[in-house]
């Protein structure tokens, strides 16, 4: 099994994909049938928008694993450096549970964990919504990194793997990471959302998805609890 990092956080955004098309699929369907008609290509013109949106969506997951990683760092140095790391890595371990439980829609104590980010959302959500209708990449760029901060239980699971990481750079490389695995789903949820939603919304995908989540975070906190001896 793969240590948390920037492996572990591709990971964890492929196995998310259920959850990502809880959360986003709709809105990025949305999106895609709303863009502008251009001369050529049309599914070509499409995957270059969605692209546009999705690496401004990874972007914005990026600068909030290296702030999380650098604060971190940043308080390392008020703590002893190995009880510190080790209290961020048992954290990121049982977010990583909670997150698979609720992934396998085994418990749901993650929405309340998604309700903080309401306040960050509530201030974003008025500039997200005068960019639309999307009429240039650009445009579908900057929409990108403002939706980045749609509360969501699985970025904020993963960005405790970041905190743990006790380093901007590699808070950082966490996040982009873990933006790069969900890249598939919601690209996908833009070009064929119905027939791929209902596939990775199966019961099964869930269970499967959420039970490796699950793994991932025994096996953080068995790393974390083996540093205490």
């Known amino acids: 099994m793969i240590e948390y990092g920037v492996p572990g956080a591709f990971l964890v955004g492929i196995m998310g994909a259920a959850h990502c098309f809880g959360m ?44 999380v990683g650098g604060s971190a760092a940043a308080l390392g140095v008020l703590f002893d450096i190995d009880i510190y790391l080790i209290a961020l890595r048992i954290f990121a371990g049982v977010m990583m549970i909670a997150t698979g439980l609720y992934i396998a829609q085994l418990w749901f104590g993650m929405v309340h964990i998604e309700k903080l980010g309401q306040g960050i959302w509530h201030l974003l959500k008025p500039l997200a919504s005068k960019l639309v209708p999307i009429q240039t990449k650009f445009q579908s760029f900057i929409a990108g990194i403002i939706w980045g901060w749609l509360p969501c239980g699985l970025v ?40 791929l939603a209902t596939w990775v919304q199966k019961r099964t995908f869930r269970i499967i998805s ?6 991932f975070g025994l096996q953080t906190l068995y790393i974390a609890v083996s540093q205490i001896s």
Not at 156 to 178: H, N
């Open 156 to 195: 904020y699971s993963t960005l405790t793997w970041s905190v743990a990481s006790g380093s901007a750079i590699e808070g950082a490389k966490i996040m982009f990471a873990f933006g790069l695995g969900t890249l598939p789903a919601l690209l996908s949820a833009g070009i064929a959302a119905e027939k």
């Open 24 to 67: 986003c699929g709709g809105l990025v369907g949305a999106f895609s049938a709303n863009l502008p008609k251009q001369p050529g290509n049309r599914l070509a013109n499409q995957i270059g928008y969605l692209l546009a949106y999705n690496f401004g969506r990874i972007l914005s997951y990026s600068i909030a694993g290296a702030l």
């Open 210 to 215: 959420g039970i490796l989540l699950i793994g």
